[in-house]
């Protein structure tokens, strides 16, 4: 099943798609960009351990991490 990986937040754009692992299961990515310009703010690789069953479990945990990281981040200041 393939899962929209894109959202918006407070003028960032969030691709949160994750990445298929050998034994099937899913680890989480995301990168962060500016909505006005597309530039790069950051991006996020996770432990390589941290897998999750699905994909859209994978993209969940990307998107929270990647909202507070904005919330909490000066660059939003």
């Known amino acids: 099943?393939?899962?929209?990986?894109?959202?918006?937040?407070?003028?960032?754009?969030?691709?949160c798609a994750p990445?298929?692992?050998?034994?099937g299961s899913w680890q989480p990515y995301v990168v962060i960009s500016r909505?006005?310009?597309?530039?790069?703010?950051?991006?996020?690789?996770?432990?390589?351990?941290?897998?999750?069953?699905?994909?859209a479990t994978a993209i969940a945990h990307a998107r929270d991490w990647a909202v507070r990281w904005i919330d909490a981040s000066s660059v939003t200041r």
């Open 1 to 15: 099943m393939h899962f929209d990986a894109a959202f918006t937040h407070r003028g960032y754009l969030l691709n």
């Open 35 to 55: 909505s006005s310009d597309g530039e790069l703010v950051a991006n996020r690789f996770f432990p390589a351990d941290l897998r999750f069953p699905d994909e």
């Open 19 to 23: 990445a298929r692992v050998g034994d």
